[in-house]
């Protein structure tokens, strides 16, 4: 069923989800699992990003700062099965749901750039500085998804805010 479209700032806009969506997506065990994931790979990102600028700001901890960058290529690869997952429960299709059509398009890049620096890791392909100047990369990619999401998130939750003010209601949760 298609979700109906609402009026916000003088624009027609399609929701994020149909009723029957939302209530998929309320009811997955997968939207708790990404709800603990996302902020938990955000942590890993952080500290990997502190030991990979350390190393290349000092030329030290080279060893722990490659293997922060395997710790969160592991954890994205969870939160994107996960993820695929969670969007077959809400939207019948692993990838590519139209709503979350460019947050896994620019997953893939993500994805990619992750790999590629498992690749040159494991198979020692590059000097360290330039593996590590790829996983910055990688990063700079994952910043970018993380905020199309976040931004995914915000309009889901305004969208819900303005449906369960339409009806007199209140939600606690809506991602």
Known sequence: MMASTIVRNNRVVRPLYSAEQRERRDASVWTLVQGVLAPFQFVVFLVSLALVVRYLA??????????????????????????????????????????????????MLVLALHTAYLLAHFGGWL????????????????????????????????????ADAARGTTTEFAR
């Not at 000092?58 to 969160?72: D, I």
């Not at 990619?141 to 915000?154: E, S, W």
């Open 58 to 107: 000092t030329g030290e901890g080279l060893e722990v700062a490659g293997l922060s960058v395997v710790v969160k290529t592991v954890v994205l690869y969870v939160i994107m099965v996960t993820g695929s997952i969670w969007e077959r429960d809400v939207f019948g299709q692993y990838l590519f749901a139209s709503a979350f059509f460019w947050e896994d398009v620019v997953s």
């Open 127 to 162: 000097e360290a500085s330039a593996l590590m100047w790829l996983a910055l990369a990688a990063y700079a990619a994952y910043v970018a998804n993380a905020a199309q999401f976040v931004f995914k998130l915000r309009a889901a939750r305004l969208e819900r805010a303005t």
